[in-house]
């Protein structure tokens, strides 16, 4: 198991947001949580990155636990993060956004195959290679928040809310290049989503997400499915 | 050249080596400080006392007054890893304060009457004075300079750039926020370490006002003037700051007014410094090398 999470409780101020839940993520799997606004979806996925603390429970990544320590320390563990709404590095260039994610692995043969193979998954970006990322349009930020994930060859990749703000053409664009990185590169990824029906369509597990627990999990095919699901996530 | 000319070019090139140094904590890891003139004369005091009670020589002083200061930099900068912005603002303030009034009011750093008597710096059995001193501060300056290049370029300066973007995304890219934000603290008060050591050998009399909040303000205004975070806005800031009030000596009175008006007009036309992004300057250039053939 490469991310086994027990009963995860997390909290801010008095106010419980996730009420106790348990979820894993086994090598080369592509697992989403689904669940409307506030379910609790994104608080999770801080909390597995380490920019949340979780009150309790516990995180396991690759059997050691990870729950205690530091952001920073995660993500050199080989956890990357796609977040919500880009947050990309706006007064550096695309290029320097890039190299913050290769921090730490200054190898410069590798820094020069990575680029490479980036700028051939989103070509705009070798296009935009010397600008500013704050000159970028939201649909080419989302692009350099994933290059910058995924320029460390990470071993867990979470997305978070990749779909919001972008036109649906994009969005099918980008989920088929998370599909693709897990078929072909076998990538695993935990995703987050609003948009249900395209986050079942790419994965093989799914988590439903509702006030903060977990009410039904299982093959996203099933769940697709299941009228219970249907009716109230895909509006079906 | 004149002496006048040559004491205020000197003054200028310190005060570049302090704002080079506040602007690698604001400009560069993103941190507010206004109290940077504490460090100014932490350095200062520490140079004073080592060769004059210390009895040591300039350059024998000087690597233990860099570790002083970095190291004092290094404790005054655990605050800005639990607060953020306006409260880390206040909070250096507090800490120019308190540093001012400890050289004040304790006796062993010479109370009110501050350090005078402080030995004139001595280089290849050389007394540094005048034109000297101007170019051996200018060396200082260049290298000062060079090393924020240097940090620049590297991966500890891309770093700090992130942290400065964003700090939560930074941390989950695998940069630590304290371990960046300290080494910008560490290296920033260093280099106000370093402006202070040559302040008191060029003055050879310290007082504890010389170091106070104005200054601090005047520090950040010289960053701000030049351009937060770029190489070279330091050190135009500091040259600026430093003629205006010879050239409009006339109008004393009038020079805080001015100072306002010109800060007030800087964040409504150049919000970036005057070689910040987008700056009437960097436009031109990239005009002219566009221009070319």
Redesign the interface.
């Known amino acids: 198991m490469l991310l086994e999470v027990r009963d995860l409780r997390i909290a801010y101020g008095d106010i419980e947001a996730v009420h106790g839940v348990s979820f894993s993520v086994e090598e080369g799997e592509l697992v989403s949580i689904i669940g409307a606004n506030g379910a609790g979806k994104s608080s999770i996925l801080n909390a597995i ?3 949340v603390p979780s009150r309790s429970g516990s995180i396991r990544f690759k059997t050691a636990e990870i729950s205690r320590i ?3 320390e ?3 563990a080989g956890i ?2 796609v ?1 919500e709404r880009a ?6 260039t695309v290029r ?1 956004n890039l ?3 290769l ?2 692995i ?1 190898d410069r043969a590798r820094e020069k195959k990575q680029l490479e193979w980036l700028y051939s998954l989103f070509p705009i970006l070798a296009e935009r290679s010397g600008q ?1 990322a704050a000159t970028l349009s939201g649909g080419e930020q989302q692009q350099l928040a994933i290059a ?1 994930a995924l320029i ?1 060859d990470p071993c867990l990749l979470l997305v978070d809310e990749v779909s919001m703000g972008l036109m649906p053409k994009l969005v099918d664009e980008v989920f088929k290049v998370l599909q693709e990185l897990n078929r072909q590169k076998g990538l695993t990824i935990l995703l987050v989503e609003q948009n249900a029906l395209a986050s079942l369509e790419i994965s093989k597990r799914s988590y439903v997400l509702e006030t903060g627990r977990i009410q039904f999990e299982g093959e996203s095919r099933v769940l697709k499915d299941d009228p219970r699901v249907r009716e109230a996530y895909l509006g079906l | 050249m004149s002496e006048y000319s040559i004491t205020i070019g000197t003054l200028i090139a310190i005060q570049a080596i302090v704002a080079c140094g506040l602007n690698v904590i604001v400009g560069y890891a993103g941190q507010i400080s206004l109290g940077h003139a504490a460090f100014f004369g932490i350095g200062a005091y520490a140079s004073a006392l080592l060769t004059t009670a210390g009895g040591l020589s300039f350059w024998t002083a000087l690597p233990v007054v860099l570790g002083i200061t970095g190291l004092v930099g290094l404790f005054l900068g655990l605050p800005s890893l639990r607060l953020r912005e306006d409260f880390l603002a206040i909070t250096t303030i507090g800490i120019n304060f308190i540093v001012v009034s400890v050289f004040q009011y304790v006796p062993f750093f010479g109370g009110a009457l501050g350090i005078g008597g402080i030995p004139r710096i001595v280089l290849f059995g050389e007394r540094i004075r005048g034109v000297s001193f101007l170019l051996l501060s200018a060396g200082f300056l260049a290298a000062t300079l060079a090393i924020c290049w240097l940090f620049t370029r590297s ?1 500890s300066g ?2 700090c ?2 942290l400065r ?2 700090e ?10 304290v371990r960046f934000k300290l080494t910008a603290f560490i290296l920033g008060t260093a280099m106000a370490g370093l402006g202070g050591a040559l302040y008191a050998h060029f003055m050879r009399f310290i007082s504890a006002t010389d170091f106070g909040f104005p200054m601090s303000v005047m520090i950040l205004s010289m960053v701000v003037l030049g351009g937060m ?1 770029t190489l070279w806005g330091p050190v135009l800031g500091a040259l600026v700051l430093g003629i205006l009030p010879e050239v409009f000596r006339p109008l004393t009175d009038y020079r805080m007014f001015l100072y306002a008006a010109l800060l007030l007009m800087m964040i409504r036309f150049q919000p970036g410094g005057l070689l910040g ?1 987008n700056s009437l300057a960097r436009q031109t250039f990239s005009r002219l090398k566009g221009g070319k053939p």
């Not at chain 1, 947050?87 to 550096?92: I, N, Q, Y």
């Not at chain 2, 939560?168 to 926020?177: E, I, L, R």
């Open positions: 990155m380490g920019l530091a952001a920073h995660r993500a050199r990357r993060m977040p947050r990309v590095f706006p007064r550096l320097e190299r913050v994610g921090y730490g200054c500013n910058r460390s | 991966w891309l770093a750039f992130a973007e964003d939560t995304a930074a941390s989950s890219m695998g940069v630590s926020p975070g992004e």
